[in-house]
């Protein structure tokens, strides 16, 4: 039950693109498509961005994307706008639990 | 309008326990699985239960093992953690959110200090 791999930090400019990636193993990522990922603004909690590797829920722009090869997921953020900095966190089913990245703080510059 | 409402959180010494509640409103929360999310302080998000939505089948992260015990009450429309032995590293904010693989809403936590 070890935390998924994420980078810890991640930048882009305005209208600039960011991709993070998450990185797990067979029993997990790799072995499901049932990857999740969650943006938390400071003292606020998590919000689902993606679901099901790539599946956006209603409301969500779809500047934000997500895939998945192997035993990696990325969310890749297009057009960076200044309220998409945030921490960003990937989740994955592992069979009966699930697991959460370390996860990502992303700034916009 | 989806609503979580966490109570139940505070400080309690080493050792001590403490019971977690979560009101849910706005969705019929006999059809949901139910799991429990804690942030420590400064920290990554951590899964830590999940509840079947008839509550026959419930899965724990190791750390919380013969410690805690998630519960729901369908007629009440209500989530439950009863947290025992607890210990200074489960001190963190608890959300209760709805959903298995993925989950669409969160609470809004609640604090749990242990601490002496």
């Known amino acids: 039950q070890s935390a998924l791999t994420q980078p810890p930090s991640a930048s882009g400019s305005p209208g600039q693109s960011v991709t993070i990636s998450c990185t797990g193993t067979?029993?997990?990522?790799?072995?499901?498509?049932?990857v999740s990922w969650y943006q938390q603004h400071p003292g606020k909690a998590p919000k689902l961005m993606i679901y099901?590797?790539?599946k956006r829920p209603s409301g969500v722009p779809d500047r934000f994307s997500g895939s998945k090869s192997g035993n990696t997921a990325s969310l890749t953020v297009s057009g960076l706008q200044a309220e998409d900095e945030a921490d960003y966190y990937c989740?994955?089913?592992?069979?009966?639990?699930?697991?959460f990245g370390s996860g990502t703080k992303v700034t916009v510059l | 309008e989806v609503q979580l409402v966490e109570s139940g959180g505070g400080m309690v010494q080493p050792g001590g326990s403490l019971r977690l509640s979560c009101a849910v409103s706005?969705?019929?929360?006999?059809?949901?699985?139910m799991t429990w999310v804690r942030q420590a302080p400064g920290e990554g998000l951590e899964w830590v239960a999940r509840i079947k939505e008839d509550g026959s089948e419930k899965y724990y992260v190791d750390s919380v093992k013969g410690r805690f015990t998630i519960s729901r009450d369908n007629a009440k429309n209500s989530l439950f953690l009863q947290m025992n032995s607890l210990r200074a590293e489960d001190t963190a904010v608890y959300y209760c959110?709805?959903?298995?693989?993925?989950?669409?809403?969160w609470g809004q936590g609640a604090l749990v200090t242990v601490s002496s």
């Open positions: 706005g969705f019929t929360f006999s059809n949901y699985r």
């Open positions: 959110v709805r959903g298995q693989h993925s989950h669409d809403y």
């Open positions: 989740s994955s089913y592992a069979g009966g639990n699930n697991v």
């Open positions: 067979s029993s997990d990522v790799g072995g499901y498509n049932l």
């Open positions: 099901e590797v790539s």
